[in-house]
């Protein structure tokens, strides 16, 4: 809305004569002067939002002109009059009209008479242009949806004519017929009777020969005429476009019933218990939580009811305009959509309360919620409208384009997708506390560690914990026993800021382990221990874990120190979890930097422009923001071009776990491996372009810590007399700095303690002397620096964004206490005290190292495959490292990492021994397979699993990107998927062959309830494809017409095969299968399409890039997610044995049937029962 106009004399008095002749309102009032002193009387006139007044009813100029457009017109109180004018001011009645604008005078009226005053007050009130402009779109809106019914009832009255028209001509034709008839009657009755003759007999046996072939041509005709129509390509069209209605209402029933519980089973009662009188929630938390709940269940009622009454009227289905009334409500969903984390966050909060704790468990506990929490609930609406535009896609792909409704369809689709573009990354955002709020509720002693919604979600799996003795050493013989005994098998869970340590209980229920909640900020990661004793290092048992274990040393402030020694089952599992623990750590100590420089009482002065960069946190052309923050506080990446990701990703002002893994998951999408070793080792010798610097320029010397030493530092090109004169200074100033430093107070001034060598994002913790003030950057005093990099000489030109990054680069540096982020210890093993204290370019240096070594850690331990299959990069790589490790003023810890790194890309063995599907086929080529009935139901399960796990773990994750496995080229884009389903359905068709190839009832009987023994004990191994693979043989066509067969299997096994059927059921987007992942411990076998089908999701509708040719960063970041869970199951792998008999019976295809030969076979057992 325009908020100011211009105008000049002639517009005013045009409008002026124009408010005099059809003014809304007219009349004389008085008017209080500008001193509030006397009272004018002008004659006023209101036109729309315009108030004008005239000196008098005659004069043709107005004397001045009011904006009414937003102002607020009341009635005002009589002022108390003095006696004389008592009687005067009786008869006046005030109001007053206040302006919206500032520094702008209220206008004070008055009138001789109260009807006049009421009269004035309301039509001041009405006077806004606002109003009527909302008013002409309401009836523009209401305009254009009588023109859509007036066309729709032109298009039906045209048909009815046409129909009327037809009708008339056939009632016509009818008409000539009978008075045809007629007069052939008449004729018959005029003539006399003719004798019957055996001439008229024989005739008459014609005729009825005649009509009888007459008529079977006919109906053999228009038999041949439904048969084709019924195989046409329209016919099928249609049949599809009705099911796709038919399946519409089942989802839409569904929705509106898990709506009806939502808002009857949790709404309602938690808003009556808000109105007690001890209430253990407010009414503000429950509309916060529950925001349109009620009203979209209305709305969605009210669409369902005008769905079933459609069908009603099956076979013209006609859906438009049921559409229609859903579209002016999308509002309504988008309010819901951006409340939707908030009320996440506002549910974990009010669950603190131990009474709404217990209350809401009790809701959730009824039968009607099927065990499922009230977040999940609440996350069925984020999934409806995405619901829809399927459904549209699919309707408008058998919908012809002349149908009536073909464009409404299109329109509702075009709006619904702008919605589901907003709730893309409101989905996204919101799984991270639904997977906090999740694992919280399987922990039976609960941790309220995991309802604050900061915490973020990084990885879990199984892993054995080695108990310590009392001398801080591993018992003898433990190590290599305890994966055999799995006494220590723990399941962990790591978080941005803790990491949880629990046991597994019957049902799934989680137990925390003693210090099992382990604050990582506390933490020291060693990935190499040297805590085990002789003994235990030549102990036999324990060789086929070495390597494979890794110390965290925990040193809380208020309470003792322990340690925590974890195995993994594989180098890999190993490398990924340190890979991960050490990156939250370095996260933890570069947020604390920066929020402790943020604070008023901080050592480090901080320019006010760094607090408002616009770089790091707005909009730019390239790069865009969405609403949440991410780990480092700072607002996720929604869209950004190459140039800035490679930038964020190298920026050593931000250090996001998620952010890293997102973009080596998906780099290959839209740049390649060498432009991001390229941009690594340019960042390694031009340590500065690590901080971009944009737009605001600051010297770097007004950084500084609050120290006299710090403004006494002179400059190189001082004079040899100020150096003098400020040496002297500083000496001074340094004694009564030691002097202070005595202080028997500063207890935290103590020797470093002796520890083995850490990881290189956890070094050594040596403190300064000074550490409580000291300078921060100073000059190398003729010192010679020689080192492979190149430093830009202009030192003082840098953003303010820069400079207090250089400040807080050192995050590696010291246990990231509190103050102990504040004193910045430069001091770390094998490198000059003074030289670090000398050099200002050091810090930066040093962080810029750790952080190219960081990533290249991340990007070697989990992403191997990228060096395996491009020797040219591995040895660019290799080369890189060699000249880092040759640096003279390379730290010990990072050389150690250079080593690690280079170690990792050069051995051979990846410590995975376990055998390959490859392997396993050579093993089991030739020869006769056994028979189904030489092998028990144990021995199959766990056979059919191991080949399972060994066609999933290979599949690499470039294959999810793309949707390769629904293109045409589909075998070469993505070969390991494509070779899963055909395993998948190689095994389905297995099953269904062994149950038809028994021609007795009773041998099939037996045959089928084995095979669902081996689905169960698949359960129990975790194996849920195996399941899916069992029970969809079981269903086909083939197997399920066997009636007779069915009713001879026992109820018990029909029991069972009920049970898994409801696990690996899609209802709900496999609800029921995602919730059994998330409660098993790994190792693990999930059904890949489930995930296939998210990845549809994602990439249906919403392309790589913006119109703006900018990466879509968001959808990268939701594939990555997935991709991450798993790749957590494919890391973590089976300890079965392989039988080679088990195995070649089921890798042998050569007995298989396909699918006509199966039901041919079924015929033959079981014919088909004549009507």
Same mark, same amino acid.
């Given at each position: 809305m $325009?908020?100011?106009?211009?105008?000049?004399?002639?517009h005013?008095?045009?409008?002026g004569?124009?408010?005099?002749k059809?003014?809304?309102?007219r009349?004389?009032l008085s008017?209080?002067?500008s001193?509030?002193?006397?009272w004018?009387t002008?004659?006023f006139?209101?036109?729309?939002n315009?108030?004008?007044?005239f000196e008098?009813?005659s004069?043709?100029?107005?004397?001045g002109?009011?904006?009414?457009?937003?102002?607020?017109?009341?009635?005002? =109180?009589s002022?108390?009059?003095?006696?004389?004018?008592?009687?005067?001011?009786?008869k006046?009645?005030?109001?007053?009209v206040?302006?919206t604008?500032?520094?702008q005078?209220a206008?004070?009226?008055?009138?001789e008479d109260?009807?006049d005053?009421?009269?004035?007050?309301?039509?001041?009130?009405?006077?806004?242009y606002r109003?009527?402009?909302?008013?002409?779109?309401?009836?523009?809106?209401?305009?254009?949806?009588?023109?859509?019914?007036?066309e729709?009832?032109k298009?039906v009255a045209k048909?009815?004519r046409?129909?009327?028209?037809d009708?008339e001509?056939e009632?016509?034709r009818?008409?000539?017929e009978?008075?045809?008839?007629l007069k052939?009657n008449?004729k018959?009755h005029?003539?006399?009777?003719?004798?019957?003759?055996?001439?008229?007999?024989e005739?008459k046996?014609?005729?009825?020969?005649?009509?009888?072939?007459?008529?079977w041509?006919?109906?053999?005709?228009?038999?041949t005429?439904?048969?084709?129509?019924?195989?046409?390509?329209?016919a099928?069209?249609?049949?599809?476009?009705n $099911?796709?209605?038919?399946?519409?209402?089942?989802?839409?029933?569904?929705?509106?019933?898990?709506?009806?519980?939502?808002?009857?089973n949790f709404?309602r =009662?938690?808003r009556?218990a808000?109105?007690?009188k001890k209430?253990?929630?407010?009414?503000?938390?429950v509309?916060?939580i529950f925001?349109?709940?009620?009203?979209?269940?209305?709305?969605?009622?009210?669409?369902y009811?005008?769905?079933?009454a459609?069908?009603?009227s099956? =076979?013209?289905?006609?859906l438009?305009?049921l559409?229609?009334?859903?579209?002016?409500?999308?509002?309504i969903?988008?309010?819901f959509?951006?409340?939707?984390?908030?009320?996440l966050?506002?549910?974990?909060?009010?669950?603190?309360?131990?009474?709404?704790?217990?209350?809401?468990?009790?809701y959730?506990a009824k039968?009607?919620?099927?065990?499922?929490?009230l977040e999940?609930?609440?996350?069925y609406?984020?999934?409806?409208i995405?619901?829809?535009?399927?459904?549209?896609?699919e309707?408008?792909?058998?919908t012809?384009?002349?149908h009536?409704?073909r464009?409404?369809?299109?329109y509702a689709?075009?709006k619904?997708e702008?919605l589901?573009?907003?709730?893309?990354?409101?989905?996204?955002?919101t799984e991270n *506390?639904?997977?906090?709020?999740?694992?919280?509720?399987?922990?039976v002693?609960g941790c309220?560690?995991?309802?604050?919604?900061?915490?973020?979600?990084?990885r879990?799996?199984s892993?054995i914990?080695v108990?310590?003795?009392?001398?801080g050493k591993?018992t003898r013989?433990?190590?290599?026993?305890?994966?055999?005994?799995?006494?220590?098998?723990?399941?962990c869970?790591?978080?941005s800021?803790?990491l949880? *340590?629990?046991?597994?209980?019957s049902?799934?229920?989680?137990h925390l382990?003693?210090?099992?909640?382990?604050s990582?900020?506390?933490?020291t990661?060693?990935e190499?221990?040297?805590?085990t004793?002789?003994?235990?290092?030549s102990?036999k048992?324990?060789?086929d874990?070495e390597?494979?274990d890794?110390?965290?040393?925990?040193?809380?402030?208020?309470?003792?120190?322990?340690t925590?020694i974890l195995?993994?089952s594989s180098?890999q599992?190993k490398s990924?979890w340190?890979?991960?623990?050490?990156?939250?750590?370095?996260n933890?100590?570069?947020?604390?930097l920066?929020?402790?420089?943020f604070?008023?009482?901080s050592?480090?002065?901080?320019?006010q422009?760094i607090?408002?960069?616009?770089s790091?946190?707005?909009?730019?052309v390239?790069?865009?923001?969405?609403?949440?923050?991410n780990?480092?506080?700072?607002?996720?990446?929604?869209y950004?071009?190459v140039e800035?990701?490679?930038?964020?990703?190298?920026?050593?002002r931000?250090?996001?776990?998620?952010?890293?893994?997102?973009f080596l998951?998906s780099?290959?999408?839209f740049t390649?491996?060498?432009?991001v070793?390229?941009?690594?080792?340019t960042?390694?010798?031009?340590? *500065?372009s690590?901080?971009?610097?944009?737009?605001?320029?600051?010297?770097?010397?007004?950084?500084y810590?609050?120290s006299p030493?710090?403004?006494?530092?002179?400059?190189e090109?001082e004079?040899?007399?100020d150096?003098?004169?400020?040496?002297?200074?500083s000496?001074?100033?340094?004694?009564v700095?030691?002097?202070?430093?005595n202080?028997p107070n500063?207890?935290?001034?103590?020797?470093p303690?002796?520890?083995?060598t850490?990881?290189?994002?956890?070094p050594k913790n040596?403190k300064?002397?000074?550490s409580?003030?000291?300078?921060l950057f100073?000059?190398?005093?003729g010192?010679v620096?020689?080192?492979?990099?190149?430093l830009?000489?202009?030192?003082s030109a840098?953003?303010a964004?820069s400079?207090f990054?250089?400040?807080?680069?050192?995050?590696?540096?010291?246990t990231?206490?509190?103050?102990?982020y504040?004193?910045?210890?430069?001091?770390?093993?094998?490198?000059?005290t003074?030289?670090r204290?000398g050099?200002k370019?050091?810090?930066?240096?040093?962080?810029?190292t750790?952080r190219v070594?960081?990533?290249l850690?991340?990007?070697?331990?989990?992403?191997?495959?990228?060096?395996e299959?491009n020797?040219?990069?591995?040895?660019?790589v290799?080369a890189?490292?060699?000249e880092v490790?040759?640096?003279?003023?390379?730290?010990?810890?990072e050389?150690?990492a250079?080593a690690?790194?280079?170690r990792?890309l050069?051995?051979?063995d990846?410590?995975?021994?376990?055998i390959?599907?490859e392997?396993?086929?050579?093993?089991?080529?030739?020869?006769?397979?056994?028979?189904?009935?030489?092998?028990?139901?144990?021995?199959?399960?766990?056979q059919?699993?191991?080949?399972?796990?060994?066609?999933?773990?290979?599949?690499?994750?470039?294959?999810?990107f793309g949707q390769?496995?629904m293109k045409n080229?589909k075998?070469?884009k993505?070969?390991?998927?494509?070779?899963?389903?055909?395993?998948?359905n190689?095994?389905s068709?297995?099953?269904?062959?062994?149950i038809?190839?028994?021609?007795?009832?009773?041998?099939?009987?037996?045959?089928?309830?084995?095979w669902?023994a081996?689905?169960?004990?698949?359960r129990?191994?975790?194996?849920?494809?195996?399941v899916?693979?069992?029970?969809?043989s079981?269903?086909?066509s083939?197997?399920?017409?066997?009636?007779?067969?069915?009713l001879?299997v026992?109820?018990?096994t029909k029991a069972?095969?009920?049970?898994?059927q409801k696990?690996?059921?899609?209802?709900?987007?496999?609800?029921n299968?995602?919730?059994?992942l998330?409660?098993c411990d790994?190792?693990c076998? =999930?059904?890949?399409?489930?995930y296939?089908?998210?990845?549809?999701?994602?990439?249906?509708g919403?392309?790589?890039?913006?119109?703006?040719?900018?990466v879509?960063?968001?959808?990268m970041?939701?594939i990555?997610?997935?991709?991450r869970?798993?790749r957590?199951?494919?890391?973590?792998?089976?300890?079965?044995?392989?039988?080679p008999?088990?195995? $070649?019976?089921?890798?042998d295809?050569?007995?298989?049937?396909d699918?006509?030969?199966?039901?041919?076979?079924?015929?033959?057992?079981?014919p088909?029962?004549?009507?």
């Amino acid at each position: 809305m $325009q908020k100011g106009i211009r105008l000049n004399d002639g517009h005013v008095t045009y409008l002026g004569l124009l408010a005099k002749k059809d003014g809304t309102r007219r009349g004389c009032l008085s008017k209080k002067s500008s001193d509030n002193t006397k009272w004018h009387t002008k004659w006023f006139a209101l036109l729309q939002n315009m108030l004008f007044y005239f000196e008098n009813e005659s004069s043709s100029r107005p004397s001045g002109l009011y904006l009414l457009e937003g102002c607020i017109c009341d009635r005002a =109180p009589s002022p108390k009059p003095s006696q004389s004018a008592k009687e005067c001011l009786e008869k006046q009645y005030y109001f007053t009209v206040s302006f919206t604008q500032e520094n702008q005078k209220a206008l004070e009226l008055r009138t001789e008479d109260v009807k006049d005053c009421d009269e004035w007050v309301a039509a001041i009130s009405h006077a806004s242009y606002r109003n009527l402009a909302n008013e002409h779109e309401t009836l523009m809106q209401k305009y254009l949806h009588l023109l859509q019914i007036v066309e729709t009832e032109k298009t039906v009255a045209k048909q009815l004519r046409q129909q009327i028209e037809d009708g008339e001509i056939e009632i016509e034709r009818l008409k000539s017929e009978i008075a045809g008839l007629l007069k052939d009657n008449e004729k018959i009755h005029a003539s006399p009777a003719a004798a019957p003759t055996d001439d008229d007999s024989e005739i008459k046996k014609i005729k009825k020969v005649q009509s009888f072939l007459r008529g079977w041509i006919c109906r053999r005709k228009w038999k041949t005429i439904i048969q084709d129509y019924i195989r046409s390509p329209h016919a099928e069209s249609m049949r599809k476009r009705n $099911q796709v209605v038919f399946s519409m209402l089942d989802s839409e029933a569904e929705y509106v019933q898990q709506l009806h519980i939502l808002v009857n089973n949790f709404l309602r =009662p938690l808003r009556m218990a808000a109105s007690s009188k001890k209430p253990p929630i407010t009414h503000d938390d429950v509309s916060s939580i529950f925001l349109n709940s009620e009203t979209i269940m209305f709305l969605h009622q009210i669409f369902y009811q005008g769905l079933k009454a459609r069908i009603a009227s099956w =076979p013209t289905l006609v859906l438009a305009d049921l559409f229609d009334i859903l579209l002016p409500m999308l509002n309504i969903y988008q309010e819901f959509v951006r409340n939707h984390q908030y009320s996440l966050q506002i549910l974990a909060h009010c669950k603190q309360n131990r009474d709404f704790d217990k209350l809401l468990k009790q809701y959730e506990a009824k039968p009607d919620c099927e065990e499922r929490t009230l977040e999940t609930f609440l996350t069925y609406p984020m999934f409806q409208i995405p619901r829809y535009i399927l459904t549209l896609h699919e309707l408008l792909a058998h919908t012809p384009h002349e149908h009536i409704e073909r464009n409404s369809l299109d329109y509702a689709k075009s709006k619904l997708e702008e919605l589901s573009r907003i709730m893309h990354d409101e989905v996204s955002e919101t799984e991270n *506390i639904r997977k906090n709020l999740a694992i919280e509720r399987m922990i039976v002693e609960g941790c309220e560690i995991l309802l604050d919604t900061s915490q973020t979600f990084v990885r879990q799996g199984s892993l054995i914990q080695v108990p310590m003795s009392e001398k801080g050493k591993i018992t003898r013989g433990r190590l290599g026993s305890l994966s055999l005994k799995k006494e220590g098998e723990r399941q962990c869970f790591l978080f941005s800021k803790h990491l949880i *340590i629990c046991t597994r209980g019957s049902g799934g229920k989680l137990h925390l382990t003693k210090n099992g909640v382990v604050s990582l900020i506390d933490c020291t990661l060693m990935e190499d221990p040297e805590g085990t004793d002789d003994e235990s290092k030549s102990d036999k048992s324990g060789q086929d874990m070495e390597h494979l274990d890794f110390k965290i040393v925990v040193e809380p402030k208020d309470s003792q120190s322990f340690t925590v020694i974890l195995v993994a089952s594989s180098r890999q599992e190993k490398s990924a979890w340190t890979s991960d623990i050490s990156q939250c750590i370095d996260n933890i100590r570069c947020n604390g930097l920066m929020m402790n420089a943020f604070e008023d009482n901080s050592k480090v002065t901080v320019p006010q422009m760094i607090k408002s960069d616009s770089s790091l946190y707005c909009d730019d052309v390239d790069i865009r923001f969405s609403k949440m923050m991410n780990s480092c506080k700072v607002l996720q990446i929604r869209y950004a071009s190459v140039e800035r990701l490679l930038e964020r990703l190298t920026d050593l002002r931000f250090l996001s776990i998620d952010f890293l893994n997102t973009f080596l998951h998906s780099y290959r999408v839209f740049t390649t491996a060498d432009v991001v070793l390229d941009k690594l080792i340019t960042i390694y010798k031009k340590p *500065i372009s690590a901080i971009p610097a944009r737009k605001t320029t600051l010297d770097i010397n007004k950084l500084y810590v609050s120290s006299p030493i710090a403004s006494k530092i002179p400059d190189e090109g001082e004079d040899k007399k100020d150096k003098v004169e400020d040496t002297s200074v500083s000496k001074q100033d340094l004694s009564v700095r030691e002097e202070s430093d005595n202080d028997p107070n500063q207890s935290d001034d103590g020797d470093p303690e002796a520890s083995p060598t850490k990881s290189p994002t956890t070094p050594k913790n040596v403190k300064c002397k000074n550490s409580s003030e000291f300078s921060l950057f100073s000059y190398n005093n003729g010192m010679v620096m020689s080192s492979c990099r190149e430093l830009d000489n202009n030192r003082s030109a840098l953003s303010a964004a820069s400079a207090f990054a250089i400040a807080t680069a050192g995050a590696n540096e010291g246990t990231p206490t509190k103050e102990k982020y504040r004193r910045m210890s430069l001091a770390s093993t094998g490198f000059p005290t003074d030289q670090r204290n000398g050099d200002k370019e050091f810090v930066i240096r040093r962080a810029a190292t750790n952080r190219v070594l960081n990533v290249l850690r991340h990007w070697v331990s989990k992403h191997s495959p990228d060096f395996e299959s491009n020797n040219e990069l591995k040895t660019k790589v290799i080369a890189f490292l060699e000249e880092v490790m040759h640096d003279p003023e390379l730290l010990t810890q990072e050389r150690k990492a250079a080593a690690n790194i280079i170690r990792t890309l050069t051995q051979e063995d990846h410590g995975d021994n376990q055998i390959t599907l490859e392997d396993v086929t050579q093993l089991v080529e030739g020869g006769k397979a056994d028979p189904f009935e030489s092998h028990s139901a144990l021995e199959i399960a766990e056979q059919l699993t191991l080949l399972d796990h060994l066609v999933f773990k290979v599949i690499p994750y470039e294959e999810f990107f793309g949707q390769g496995w629904m293109k045409n080229d589909k075998n070469e884009k993505t070969p390991y998927i494509m070779r899963t389903t055909k395993h998948f359905n190689d095994i389905s068709n297995l099953i269904a062959t062994e149950i038809l190839r028994c021609e007795d009832v009773v041998t099939r009987v037996a045959v089928i309830e084995k095979w669902v023994a081996v689905a169960d004990i698949c359960r129990c191994l975790h194996n849920y494809n195996a399941v899916l693979e069992i029970t969809s043989s079981l269903n086909r066509s083939s197997v399920f017409r066997l009636k007779k067969t069915w009713l001879k299997v026992s109820k018990q096994t029909k029991a069972v095969i009920d049970k898994l059927q409801k696990l690996v059921s899609s209802e709900g987007r496999f609800k029921n299968l995602r919730e059994a992942l998330k409660n098993c411990d790994p190792p693990c076998v =999930p059904y890949l399409g489930m995930y296939l089908t998210d990845l549809a999701f994602i990439e249906e509708g919403t392309p790589n890039y913006t119109e703006d040719n900018l990466v879509n960063f968001s959808k990268m970041r939701m594939i990555s997610h997935i991709i991450r869970e798993i790749r957590q199951f494919q890391q973590t792998a089976y300890k079965i044995d392989l039988q080679p008999k088990v195995a $070649q019976y089921l890798l042998d295809n050569s007995f298989v049937l396909d699918e006509e030969s199966m039901y041919e076979a079924s015929l033959r057992i079981e014919p088909k029962v004549p009507n």
